[in-house]
């Protein structure tokens, strides 16, 4: 029996049975031969979900839009852009891409990622599923990802999930990370606490596998160096106020002068502003690196004599040429799907694009001329004079090309044109499975003349060693000290400034 005319219809009709809102609109992509998928946490924070059951459930908007993330978008932008121009890296490939908000929340992240792998829930099949993931920014997002990605065998690279965790191969095959395991991070540390011959340490980390992994490797490393955790207090982002409100009291309470701290640098904020409201500013604060060079804090002018003497493990910043001019010369005009640069747009101009309405209704903001110009802007997403979690995005998508130039064979003739870029084998033929075991065994220098290399998973232990001090103009600024560079510790002693007055660090515990 044949079908009918309405049932062949129904049969051939695209049916999109999910209908998540806040998801796909906040995204970027763009077409080309293979997609790299990115998760970034451009915004902070979800709305607190409707749990009447009444009505069909749906990802809670995205809150706390954070500027320096559409920064680390355009890392993204930029690098794909660069590649594609190439004429030695896939030559005759063109790399694509599609970016989403992971809003630091893995339910936005996870649906984020089965969107981006299946080719997107708006559009019924029309966009290229992506063939790897870059992110995600937190380790326990990138957990639940990598259990989720592995049986399907798509890589993941994060350059921000630095848990100690996730170096397990047998728990975590697709995982790989263009930033150091914390071990090595906490470690550091240890060794900076034995330096200095503190003996008493309190914590105050991320409730979260980032901040619990690091104070495990902490109380691990400091056994038989005659060094004891005082206290261990743990930051949730749901009740932060609270939470920081019961940390301050013990750190006010407690004779140890130095607090290790382990969490985002927001809720190391109203961490640190819970301290000044009990007038507790004479501890030294040891700084992880996800808030130890933060441009947000050190710009805050209450916490400039709370802060000053921190000490930070950070995340190496290295120069991409040509990245600044990239960012100066963006405008939507240029990228009209790009609700992450509208939005920036608008927040530095203080006016409205066509498309994107809701901050100009609520603010009465008059319309953008087009006229606008990022050239003379000053600002965190302009700022390319230290560039730490940007360049390991940038690591990450020519960890990925390199990949796939393997993959594809992409041996290029001589050719004396060398904007002629040569076909490579057919991408469409490639498997995520394929690309998973390029990756790991991907090995290549750098611009910069760095070897790169996945080691278990991870890069090999570089940092620089930092010291918040205050400027001639009375406000904050973070300078190098020193560097670790594999299991070697170097520490210009003099060039530290320590809090309070005094030019010492008064950080021993009063107990005996």
């Given at each position: 029996?044949g079908?009918?005319?309405?049932?062949?219809t129904?049969?051939?009709k695209c049916?999109n049975?999910?209908?998540?809102?806040?998801l796909?609109?906040?995204?970027?992509?763009?077409?080309?031969?293979?997609?790299?998928?990115a998760?970034?946490n451009?915004?902070?924070?979800?709305?607190t979900?409707?749990l009447?059951?009444?009505?069909?459930?749906?990802?809670?908007?995205c809150l706390?839009?954070?500027?320096?993330s559409v920064?680390?978008?355009?890392?993204?932008?930029?690098?794909?852009?660069?590649?594609?121009?190439?004429?030695?890296?896939?030559?005759g490939?063109?790399?694509?891409?599609?970016?989403?908000?992971?809003?630091?929340r893995?339910?936005?992240?996870?649906?984020?990622?089965?969107?981006?792998?299946?080719?997107?829930?708006?559009?019924?099949?029309?966009?290229?599923?992506?063939?790897?993931?870059?992110?995600?920014?937190?380790?326990?997002?990138?957990?639940?990802?990598?259990?989720?990605?592995?049986?399907?065998?798509?890589?993941m690279?994060s350059y921000?999930?630095?848990?100690?965790?996730?170096?397990d191969?047998?728990?975590?095959?697709?995982?790989?990370?263009?930033?150091?395991?914390?071990?090595?991070q906490?470690?550091?540390?240890a060794?900076?606490?034995?330096?200095?011959?503190w003996?008493?340490?309190?914590?105050?980390?991320?409730?979260?596998?980032?901040?619990r992994?690091?104070?495990?490797?902490?109380e691990?490393?400091?056994?038989?160096?005659?060094?004891?955790?005082?206290?261990?207090h743990?930051?949730?982002r749901?009740?932060?106020?609270?939470?920081a409100?019961r940390?301050?009291?013990?750190v006010?309470?407690?004779s140890?002068?130095?607090?290790?701290?382990f969490s985002?640098?927001?809720?190391?904020e109203?961490?640190?502003?819970?301290?000044?409201?009990r007038n507790?500013t004479d501890?030294l604060?040891l700084?992880s690196e996800?808030?130890?060079?933060?441009?947000?804090?050190?710009?805050?002018?209450?916490?400039?004599t709370?802060a000053k003497g921190t000490l930070?493990?950070?995340?190496?910043?290295?120069?991409?040429?040509?990245f600044d001019?990239h960012?100066r010369q963006?405008?939507?005009?240029?990228?009209?799907?790009?609700e992450?640069?509208?939005?920036?747009?608008?927040?530095?101009?203080?006016?409205?694009?066509?498309?994107?309405?809701?901050?100009?209704?609520?603010?009465?903001?008059?319309?953008c001329?087009?006229?606008?110009?990022?050239?003379?802007v000053q600002?965190p997403?302009?700022?390319?004079?230290?560039?730490?979690?940007?360049?390991?995005i940038?690591l990450a998508v020519?960890?990925?090309?390199?990949?796939?130039?393997?993959?594809?064979?992409?041996?290029p003739?001589n050719n004396?044109?060398?904007?002629?870029?040569?076909?490579c084998s057919?991408p469409?033929n490639?498997?995520?499975?394929?690309?998973?075991?390029?990756?790991g065994?991907v090995?290549?220098?750098?611009?910069?003349?760095?070897?790169?290399y996945?080691?278990d998973?991870s890069i090999?232990?570089v940092?620089?060693?930092?010291?918040w001090?205050?400027?001639?103009?009375?406000?904050l600024?973070y300078?190098?000290?020193?560097?670790?560079?594999?299991?070697?510790?170097?520490?210009n002693?003099?060039?530290i400034?320590w809090p309070?007055?005094?030019g010492?660090?008064?950080c021993f515990s009063?107990?005996?």
């Amino acid at each position: 029996m044949g079908f009918s005319v309405e049932e062949e219809t129904l049969q051939e009709k695209c049916v999109n049975l999910d209908t998540l809102q806040n998801l796909d609109g906040d995204g970027f992509y763009q077409d080309g031969d293979v997609i790299i998928g990115a998760l970034i946490n451009v915004h902070n924070l979800a709305a607190t979900p409707d749990l009447s059951f009444t009505r069909e459930a749906e990802l809670p908007p995205c809150l706390e839009f954070q500027e320096h993330s559409v920064h680390w978008v355009q890392a993204i932008v930029f690098a794909v852009e660069e590649i594609n121009r190439s004429p030695s890296l896939l030559p005759g490939v063109q790399l694509g891409y599609h970016i989403m908000d992971s809003c630091s929340r893995y339910p936005h992240s996870l649906t984020a990622a089965m969107s981006m792998i299946s080719g997107g829930n708006k559009t019924c099949g029309t966009t290229r599923p992506a063939k790897v993931i870059i992110g995600d920014s937190s380790s326990t997002q990138s957990i639940l990802l990598s259990r989720t990605l592995s049986p399907l065998q798509i890589a993941m690279i994060s350059y921000l999930a630095s848990c100690p965790c996730l170096s397990d191969r047998q728990k975590y095959p697709n995982f790989f990370r263009t930033i150091p395991s914390d071990a090595y991070q906490a470690r550091t540390m240890a060794q900076i606490a034995k330096r200095f011959g503190w003996t008493w340490v309190g914590a105050v980390v991320a409730d979260n596998d980032y901040g619990r992994g690091a104070v495990q490797v902490f109380e691990e490393e400091i056994k038989g160096m005659g060094i004891c955790l005082a206290f261990f207090h743990t930051l949730y982002r749901e009740q932060l106020a609270k939470d920081a409100a019961r940390a301050a009291a013990t750190v006010q309470a407690s004779s140890a002068r130095v607090i290790l701290v382990f969490s985002w640098y927001v809720d190391v904020e109203v961490f640190l502003l819970e301290l000044i409201r009990r007038n507790v500013t004479d501890r030294l604060f040891l700084a992880s690196e996800v808030w130890s060079t933060s441009a947000y804090l050190l710009a805050n002018p209450q916490l400039y004599t709370i802060a000053k003497g921190t000490l930070g493990v950070a995340l190496r910043s290295v120069p991409i040429p040509g990245f600044d001019a990239h960012l100066r010369q963006l405008h939507p005009a240029r990228y009209p799907d790009d609700e992450f640069l509208r939005t920036l747009w608008e927040n530095t101009f203080d006016c409205s694009l066509t498309k994107s309405t809701t901050k100009a209704f609520q603010n009465a903001l008059p319309p953008c001329s087009g006229r606008e110009s990022l050239e003379g802007v000053q600002s965190p997403f302009t700022d390319t004079s230290h560039l730490t979690v940007a360049y390991n995005i940038y690591l990450a998508v020519y960890a990925v090309a390199h990949a796939l130039h393997s993959l594809l064979a992409c041996t290029p003739q001589n050719n004396s044109d060398p904007k002629i870029k040569l076909k490579c084998s057919s991408p469409d033929n490639i498997t995520a499975a394929q690309l998973l075991k390029h990756i790991g065994q991907v090995h290549f220098t750098t611009q910069s003349g760095e070897e790169f290399y996945f080691l278990d998973g991870s890069i090999p232990p570089v940092y620089d060693l930092v010291n918040w001090q205050r400027a001639p103009d009375g406000s904050l600024r973070y300078v190098s000290i020193g560097r670790v560079d594999g299991n070697q510790l170097i520490i210009n002693e003099s060039a530290i400034s320590w809090p309070g007055d005094s030019g010492k660090c008064k950080c021993f515990s009063d107990l005996s």
